[in-house]
């Protein structure tokens, strides 16, 4: 039988994930890559995978996709782990870089840049810039390096109310429901699990590890991130 390929973003906010799939019956039924977010994307829309744990923004470049579970990346209020770095306020930022490795948090950025805050600056891929945009665990302590820094899912909850979600499980082709069952048995087996994953990461002084995987990764997918989502969408769609 061929294994059903699947790739899950490689940061510590998809380590329960991770643990449930390693810890499943359905093991020897996939082939799993640890990616970072533009590479899921990337592979899901190229037909390189069937499954990702896949950036929401490139959900509109999938023809036919279907969301396949129940469980993503979200958050109701700050990540803390996606942000804008600047050291002047967000008003004076005039040019601002992206981050390589995001898909959705790049037009989170833009999003709230035009909707929210009013402003337009510039966005550079090279040299300097007044502000950055970057995710994951490079940002892990990083709050006080900066005169300024925005949570972009506490500003995104500040501008509609919403909740958001940054990543869902999707698929680019039909897969079979016993696989979806066991496939959601096994994330659910992980997030059941999370104390574990906690114990097994390093204590960092500038970090709390437990609380993020806790309190401020927001793992449903329940209906008003649903609803987040296609707000989102409907953003992107008009930038
Ligand atoms: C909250 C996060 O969500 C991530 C952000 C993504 C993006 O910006 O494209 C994609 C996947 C998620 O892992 C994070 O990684 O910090």
Known sequence: MNKIKISAVSYTNSKPFVFGLMHSGILNQIDLSLDIPSECAHKLISNQVDI????????????????ISSYCIGATGPVDSVFIFSNKPIGEVNTIKL??????????????????WNLSPKIV??????????????????KNEYAYR???AEEWQKFNGLPFVFAVWAANKVIHDNF???FNAALKYGLDHRNVVIEQLPSRENFDFGDYLTNKIDYRLDHKKLEALSTFHQFIREL
């Open 99 to 116: 981050d390589e490795q995001s898909r959705t948090s790049n037009n989170l950025a833009k999003v709230l840049l035009k909707n929210y």
């Open 180 to 182: 979806l069952l066991d």
């Open 52 to 67: 990702g744990l896949v950036p929401v923004a490139a959900l509109l470049e999938i023809p036919d996709y279907k969301i």
């Open 150 to 152: 925005y949570d972009l």
């Open 125 to 142: 891929d090279d040299g300097p810039a007044d502000a950055f945009v970057q995710i994951g665990d490079r940002t892990f302590g990083k």
